[in-house]
């Protein structure tokens, strides 16, 4: 699909923000989150081959003159691959449970929960409740509006340099000598690099297990867990309170993640995936983790639910 036909298929979430008149288009900071893999996924066998749309690059958003058209471009683009990396997180939640329920686990199965722990950094005694209640914690999906507007902010709209040749849409940074882009402006003594990724999905599921397993996110879990533990809806608006530790600039930081989900009205991508999530069976998050075209998992196929312009 073209990037010009593609901008055209998610107007409709940007209409309030149009008929607004503001502009929000913050310059990209350089997130100060660590990608520690290449955003791959531990191997399941109720997991699904990714479909190959996964691999595409990031399309060229710089051609676009319209802001409003660049805007629904970038997020037509990122969310059917927000929807895919979250659906196949929640296979794997799905698994997590599965295994929670039984009285003895398989050599396999167990294999399968201790990487689980060394992926998410979980640090209990294997198979015991505490090992199940922390993966519990950590192995959950992030609200889209979240990710969409933490994209947007960390790379300028899909336009800044650590994007365009890294695929790294979140400034996630990584510390082995040639495993990213160095920084121009990176500090005398600094050995870090902004992780260079194979696909812009990568990033997404990358920058997920980032905000899964870093200690800096603590809080984001926490108030992750409270809303499921109180049955309330996962909200980026919310979570966005346990992201002071990703930028410098701290609150400030936070208040223009929120604005930014305000202004161009991405808790519509909340309500949308909310919505494709009802049915957690089997079969349909299966569906959705291999979905071809990716227009499958685009918002907005029922009309009744897309916001109304005001």
């Not at 595409?56 to 051609?63: G, H, K, T």
């Not at 849409?169 to 040639?178: A, D, E, I, T």
């Not at 600039?249 to 919505?275: P, S, T």
């Amino acid at each position: 699909m073209s990037v010009g036909k593609r901008g055209l298929l998610l107007v409709i979430p940007l209409i309030a923000f149009a008929v607004g008149g503001g502009l929000h288009v913050p310059p990209a900071g350089l997130g100060h989150g660590w990608s520690g893999d290449a955003g791959f996924e531990l191997a399941l066998e109720s997991m699904p081959a990714l479909p190959d749309w996964a691999q595409d690059e990031l399309p060229d958003f710089s051609q676009y003159q319209d802001t409003t058209e660049k805007k629904a471009a970038f997020f037509s683009f990122l969310y059917p691959r927000i929807v895919l990396a979250n659906s196949r997180v929640l296979i794997e939640r799905s698994y997590l449970e599965s295994l929670s329920g039984k009285n003895e686990l398989t050599d396999q199965e167990q294999q399968w929960l201790d990487n689980q722990a060394e992926r998410l950094r979980v640090e209990s005694p294997s198979g015991s409740i505490e090992q199940f209640k922390l993966l519990r914690k950590r192995l959950d999906v992030i609200p889209p509006s979240l990710i969409l507007a933490q994209a947007a902010n960390e790379s300028a709209w899909g336009t800044s340099r650590f994007a365009t040749e890294g695929n790294n849409l979140f400034g996630q940074w990584c510390f082995s000598k040639g495993c990213g882009l160095v920084p121009n402006a990176r500090g005398e003594g600094s050995s870090h690099e902004v992780a260079r990724f194979s696909s812009p999905y990568r990033s997404v599921r990358a920058y997920i297990q980032n905000l899964n397993r870093h200690p800096t996110y603590r809080t984001l879990r926490d108030i992750r867990l409270a809303d499921r533990q109180q049955s309330e809806d996962l909200s980026g608006l919310d979570l966005a309170g346990g992201l002071l530790g990703y930028s410098e600039r701290g609150q400030d930081y936070v208040k223009e993640i929120r604005a930014m989900i305000h202004y161009n009205n991405l808790e519509f991508y909340d309500d949308d995936f909310r919505n494709v999530i009802k049915d957690q069976s089997p079969d349909h998050l299966q569906q959705l983790a291999s979905s071809s075209p990716e227009t499958e998992l685009l918002p907005g196929q029922d009309t009744a639910d897309a916001p109304k312009e005001g």
